[in-house]
């Protein structure tokens, strides 16, 4: 059974089978995020820690150098917060409700 992305939940295979391999790309989780991460591009050293790290590969990388977030697929996890080295300040969470651009 292949789902359809607009399919209610009652249609989807159970126990979270994936169905058609490669297709995370067509289901944008950001919605889910009650924590943003905000990424301060003038702190940022490039260790491109949270860029390995990033469950969702939500952190956009062009040059070998960061150059933001996609918060169409970040669900907010923090673990790019958690990896980064403890200095520079490049990456901090904050509530979602306190977000200028709720994207």
Do not use: F, H
Not at 33 to 50: A, T
């Amino acid at each position: 059974m292949t789902a359809k992305k607009d399919a209610p939940w009652q249609d989807l295979p159970e126990a979270g089978i994936i169905t058609d391999p490669g297709n995370a790309a067509e289901w944008e989780t950001g919605s889910w995020r009650s924590n943003r991460p905000v990424w301060d591009e003038e702190e940022c050293i490039d260790c491109l820690n949270c860029w390995i790290y990033c469950p969702d590969s939500a952190i956009l990388i062009e040059d070998g150098a960061v150059r933001g977030i996609d918060y169409r697929y970040c669900k907010g996890c923090g673990i790019c917060v958690e990896v980064k080295p403890k200095k520079p300040q490049c990456l901090k969470m904050i509530p979602e409700s306190e977000s200028e651009d709720q994207q």
